[in-house]
């Protein structure tokens, strides 16, 4: 009977045990400026001599939705084009909490593809990557951390999620408490 009720609180804490997940939202591109036929008039963009079919604004949202701090989390951003055009501006990269001290690495494999590597991302903590390009493709993200999950969170899934989670590891607790109140009271009253 010890040996049960010894057992029981081991096996959960390694239900309540931490886990690694990381969680992402890609938001909607956002159109910034178009180019365009105003009347007669053709309206041509260019930055840097490089033509601007669409600016197009990208922000993603990267956090550690898990329990245990996520070491060199790797992310990696495709731009689905073969367009040899298409050019990546600026990647901007902002934390929360902020930390100036954090290097990102950022590595361009090529005009549609972009991989980051976070060094450490600690629970609760994000990184917001925001990319300005000159067309609209669709973006895709993927990520990879040892040990972890990667799970994209819609808008409005993410309280949903942990709501749920919560609930089941709730649910748990109570029928394993009550099971053990159940097995102890059983040995203390047939050993009489």
Do not use: C
Request: no cysteine; net charge positive.
């Amino acid at each position: 009977m010890g040996l049960i009720t010894g057992a029981l609180p081991i096996g959960l804490q390694h239900l309540f045990e931490g886990e690694h997940a990381i969680s992402y939202n890609n938001q909607r591109p956002i159109i910034l400026l178009l180019d365009s036929t105003i009347g007669e008039v053709k309206v041509k963009v260019a930055i840097n001599n490089v033509p601007v079919q669409n600016l197009t604004k990208y922000k993603v949202r990267i956090w550690n939705s898990g329990d245990k701090p996520v070491e060199n989390l790797k992310v990696g951003f495709f731009f689905d084009t073969k367009d040899e055009k298409f050019r990546v501006f600026s990647i901007g990269l902002t934390t929360d909490p902020p930390d100036p001290f954090i290097k990102i690495k950022v590595d361009s494999l090529a005009n549609n593809k972009r991989n980051f590597t976070y060094p450490l991302l600690n629970k609760g903590d994000e990184l917001i990557v925001t990319l300005l390009a000159n067309a609209s493709p669709n973006l895709k993200v993927s990520g990879k951390s040892k040990g972890g999950s990667f799970n994209e969170i819609k808008d409005g899934d993410e309280a949903q999620t942990f709501n749920l989670w919560f609930l089941i590891k709730f649910l748990i607790w109570i029928v394993v408490t009550l099971l053990i109140l159940f097995i102890a009271k059983f040995v203390l009253f047939s050993s009489r």
